[in-house]
């Protein structure tokens, strides 16, 4: 059963960091294409970042120097280091994957597993 589990969300101050984790279960990562997407109250999802079976990687403009996506393939896992963290980076952030045979990405591309999500919420 493939499955993906995110972690590491929580409540942190503007300026502060955080970092998600992404478990993968049942398939290995390394072959597919992933993504990190979030989703604020009241608005649609948005592509956050993705990392292409060839190690490409892609950010949404909002976040570009400050969040980082990176993979450790012994682990499984793929995480989303998250720095100088703003209110408006509230929201609920899913990682996803797609057993895409293209060895890039796309921010806002489709994706066929998702994780159950995790709350990111930036507050004084």
């Known amino acids: 059963q493939l499955q993906l589990v995110e972690s590491g969300g929580g409540l942190v101050q503007p300026g502060g960091s955080l970092r998600l984790s992404c478990a993968a279960s049942g398939f290995t990562l390394h072959y597919y294409a992933i993504g990190w997407f979030r989703q604020a109250p009241g608005k649609e999802r948005e592509g956050v970042s993705c990392m292409g079976r060839s190690g490409y990687i892609n950010y949404v403009d909002s976040v570009k120097g400050r969040f980082t996506i990176s993979r450790d393939n012994a682990k499984n896992t793929v995480f989303l280091q998250m720095s100088r963290l703003k209110p408006e980076d509230t929201a609920v952030y899913y990682c996803?994957?797609?057993?895409?045979?293209?060895?890039?990405?796309?921010?806002?591309?489709?994706?066929?597993?998702w994780g159950q999500g995790t709350q990111v919420t930036v507050s004084s």
């Open positions: 996803a994957a797609d057993p895409t045979t293209s060895l890039g990405c796309k921010v806002d591309g489709s994706y066929t597993y």
